[in-house]
């Protein structure tokens, strides 16, 4: 009995240190990033363009472009993601087709992140002839976030409750009018939170851009979408791997960390904000 | 007319749906026309086997078996680290902590999850590699060690949320039943909690390993890139995503080396494919055996 | 005056999958009358009242046998819009289930759909309907507020407004107060006793004694058929069948 107390408190004690070395690598990251970046931010930092091959002055172009990217990429996957969980929650629950569309959304959700700037490189930039660009950059990351897109509104869709499907439906409206007006409505704040989380994702993103977006210098802004732009991950890995004076260029990498860490936590935040609010007012 | 409106709706509707579908075959399509070019100059044997890369040299010589042990080495490395990390942290949140550090712990690993690799990528260059050149004496801390580290604690919440889901899984009644026949909290953890959620877990570690396989900008940040088979994990080693992503930009276009680099985007391809495969299957198993639909 | 038949059901058989859910059912639904249908729970009834208005094509992998009609016309006819009979023959269901809107959105939301787009008409009606519904001096005050603020009661009341905001010809009533305390089931029998005058109705329940209490004509369900069909009030003091006679005298059930 004693021996398996002991048993016990070792046991415990083992798990609890797997969870303390996973929290200790979490405060590391956010420690280095914060601690060292924050030197780096200053209001010329964010609002001005590189200078001297990338040694001084700011990084505004590779802000704004992992703006633009980000907003691409949701501008074609949301639709395209919306009308996808649509139809599989509400018109076709089952069959032959649909069992492979879900097949195929949990594949696609596990293709590796380079595949798909491989797939990008190979379809946007050379055969539809996008070239390196915001548009073929965009519709890459697109790609990727689709199945998360499709995932979380999948869900939100699935939590309205179905008596409210009927009591639109006994009144005389269509299925498009109830999906419309009411079961999209009420799904809202979960589709939402969806977006969101994959605005995070996509911001970050880098194996995807490399070959289809992503350029290293630029003192200008894009001006098309058939421009090549900065983007913070990519930059983080171009200060790191090339140029020529490491030492100004990893100090500019932190606060481009910082930054890209403060987006997508930032915008992470908000949709766990928004998942609480609905989960107290549900309950 | 409204009924016209409504079955146009849902067949728009059905066609955007196959768009995953399209995606999906279009991606296999394009990693087989621009993959398999490479066979015609270099059989499959001597590709996959070849001891050689050296993809600009003259002649060039396309042997992916260096980047193929590299991934292999790196990924089992992250596997000794996400596997005790996630599963532990998993185990630990759900069994043991109160509900204050629950709510506390959860969200902090969706923040761990949510950290773009190319920040842990950053993070392993300037912290990690650093410190495993001192602590070991090393020429370069960018090796197979560091990258596998960093490669499991990017893993580790992935397999720490799976797991968790598969421990919900397993119903009270299990653990009720245990501790009424006398059973402390760890034996019954370890003789009736994990066994029932084994398979869960198991799904958990198979997409752990899917995605350190997959993973790009880390390795191709910390790994070191040097093409050759390691010898140990202390060897600077170059695992088959870094090479795509290293090499891409300068493979002219049309050339061996670029239909070389889709040919090993291929094999990746399928790889991934099949344990995400595999971890459904699992999953499914898991699911009906715990007596659960759907 | 003899009564005349709004609704025929003739011939129904129904399945879920393998499963024989309702067999051979030919019962009247008469204009300007309640008609109850009870049963013990399981035997049928709720699915019989859902082919009413086509709501059982919601759940996938049934099949239909047998014709109903509705002013005689076949109501599964291929050329009929499933919509169109909802419009003509509304429900209130077991749960009240107003939508996450105002009271006042909920029972234009009826109107909209159908095509209603005069501010000034949805506005009467949506009154008319409270008033009709007995629910407008209650919330008069605040229409404008979230529906889901309301007492169970009165949710319930608020869904029979919207549905009478439609105004359909017949309405169907799934066991309308299975949720609801006492108080509010006795306003809801005294509505269904007035809105008779203007509607049909067709209300399934468990409970004999509202059967017994608001009810024209009533019919017997047991494991999917219909034993009994007949006025209330033979049912209640002289059923024919001997199973009819057991339920409704408590013997089972």
Redesign the interface.
């Known amino acids: 009995m004693k021996n398996?107390?002991i048993?016990?408190k070792i046991?415990?004690s083992?798990?609890?240190?797997?969870?303390l070395?996973?929290?200790f690598?979490?405060g590391?990251?956010i420690y280095?990033?914060v601690v060292r970046g924050i030197g780096a931010i200053s209001w010329g930092f964010l609002t001005q363009v590189p200078r001297s091959g990338m040694t001084e002055g700011g990084v505004a172009p590779a802000i704004v472009g992992t703006l633009y990217l980000t907003a691409g990429s949701i501008l074609f996957a949301l639709?395209?993601g919306l009308?996808?969980a649509?139809?599989?929650c509400e018109?076709?629950?089952?069959g032959f087709f649909v069992n492979?569309?879900r097949m195929?959304?949990?594949?696609?959700a596990?293709?590796?992140?380079?595949?798909?700037?491989?797939?990008g490189?190979?379809?946007f930039v050379?055969f539809m002839k996008f070239g390196i660009s915001i548009l073929s950059g965009s519709l890459t990351l697109g790609?990727l976030v689709?199945?998360i897109i499709?995932s979380a509104t999948q869900e939100a869709l699935m939590a309205v409750?179905h008596?409210?499907?009927?009591?639109?439906?006994?009144?005389?409206?269509?299925?498009?009018?109830t999906i419309r007006?009411?079961v999209l409505?009420?799904a809202l704040p979960g589709i939402l939170t969806g977006v969101i989380?994959s605005i995070?994702?996509v911001?970050?993103?880098?194996?995807p851009i490399?070959?289809t977006a992503a350029t290293f210098y630029s003192r200008r802004y894009p001006d098309s979408v058939f421009s090549e732009v900065m983007a913070l991950?990519?930059h983080?890995?171009a200060l790191?791997?090339e140029g020529t004076h490491p030492e100004k260029q990893?100090a500019i990498?932190?606060g481009c960390?910082l930054i890209?860490?403060v987006l997508?936590?930032g915008v992470?935040a908000i949709a766990?904000y928004i998942r609480q609010r609905q989960r107290i007012q549900n309950a | 007319m409204a009924r016209v409106k409504e079955k146009a709706i849902r067949w728009t509707l059905a066609a955007l749906a196959f768009s995953s579908l399209i995606f999906l075959v279009g991606i296999i399509i394009v990693l087989f026309k621009e993959g398999l070019p490479i066979f015609k100059a270099v059989r499959p044997g001597d590709f996959i086997f070849g001891k050689f890369w050296y993809p600009t040299y003259d002649p060039p010589e396309f042997g992916i078996f260096p980047l193929i042990m590299a991934s292999m080495w790196v990924t089992l490395g992250a596997l000794c680290v996400c596997v005790p990390l996630g599963v532990g942290s998993a185990l630990y949140l759900n069994e043991i902590a109160g509900f204050k550090q629950r709510s506390l712990l959860k969200p902090a690993v969706e923040v761990l999850a949510s950290i773009p690799s190319v920040v842990y990528g950053f993070f392993g260059m300037v912290v990690v590699a650093p410190f495993v050149q001192n602590l070991l004496k090393l020429d370069t801390g960018l090796c197979a060690l560091t990258a596998s580290i960093i490669l499991g604690v990017m893993a580790t919440p992935t397999v720490c949320s799976i797991a968790e889901d598969a421990l919900n899984c397993v119903p009270n009644s299990f653990r009720e039943a245990s501790f009424a026949v006398g059973a402390n909290r760890w034996q019954t953890l370890t003789q009736v909690v994990i066994p029932a959620a084994g398979s869960g877990i198991s799904t958990a570690v198979i997409l752990g390993i899917s995605r350190a396989i997959g993973e790009t900008m880390t390795v191709l940040m910390v790994a070191g890139g040097s093409a050759v088979i390691p010898k140990s994990f202390l060897d600077p080693v170059r695992p088959m995503t870094s090479a795509i992503a290293a090499e891409m930009g300068e493979a002219p276009v049309g050339g061996l080396h670029y239909h070389s680099l889709f040919a090993i985007a291929l094999i990746l391809f399928i790889v991934t494919f099949v344990f995400n495969i595999i971890a459904e299957l699992v999953s499914r198993k898991f699911r009906i055996r715990l007596g659960q639909s759907g | 005056m003899p009564d005349n038949a709004k609704m025929k059901a003739e011939k129904v058989d129904f399945f879920y999958g393998p499963r024989h859910a309702l067999k051979g059912i030919d019962l009247d639904i008469c204009e300007n009358r309640v008609t109850a249908i009870i049963g013990p729970s399981g035997c049928g009834k709720s699915t019989f009242i859902r082919l009413l208005n086509r709501m059982n094509e919601l759940i996938p992998n049934t099949i239909l046998k047998g014709k109903i009609s509705l002013d005689g016309r076949d109501i599964f006819d291929p050329s009929v819009d499933p919509v169109e009979i909802r419009r003509r023959v509304g429900m209130v269901f077991q749960k009240p289930n107003p939508f996450p809107k105002s009271i006042f959105e909920n029972i234009a939301y009826g109107l909209k759909v159908n095509g209603v787009s005069s501010r000034k008409i949805i506005e009467e009606r949506v009154v008319k309907s409270l008033q009709e519904a007995a629910l407008w001096h209650e919330i008069k005050d605040r229409i404008n507020d979230n529906a889901l603020k309301l007492s169970g009661g009165q949710q319930q009341r608020l869904c029979i407004a919207r549905c009478l905001a439609v105004e359909p010809e017949v309405i169907l009533f799934d066991e309308p107060c299975a949720s609801l305390d006492p108080v509010s089931t006795q306003k809801i029998e005294e509505l269904i006793l007035q809105l008779k005058k203007d509607y049909t109705i067709a209300i399934v329940t468990h409970n004999m004694q509202q059967a017994a209490r608001v009810s024209d004509y009533t019919g017997f369900f047991l494991l999917g058929e219909l034993i009994e069909f007949d006025r209330t009030q033979r049912i209640f003091t002289a059923p024919s069948d001997k199973r009819t006679e057991d339920y409704v005298t408590g013997r089972f059930g």
Do not use: D
Request: net charge positive; charged share 10%; aromatic share 12%.
């Open positions: 398996g107390h048993t016990q046991g415990f083992a798990l609890f240190g797997c969870m070395i996973t929290m690598f979490l590391a990251i280095f990033t639709p395209l009308a996808c649509i139809y599989l018109y076709s629950p089952r492979i569309i195929s959304i949990n594949n696609l596990g293709v590796p992140s380079v595949v798909f700037g491989l797939f490189l190979a379809v050379k790609i689709l199945p499709i409750p008596s409210l499907r009927e009591a639109s439906l006994a009144l005389g409206a269509s299925k498009w009018e007006k009411i409505p009420s989380l995070g994702r911001a970050g993103e880098t194996a490399l070959f991950p990519y983080i890995y790191m791997t990893t990498a932190y960390a890209l860490m997508v936590l992470s766990v």
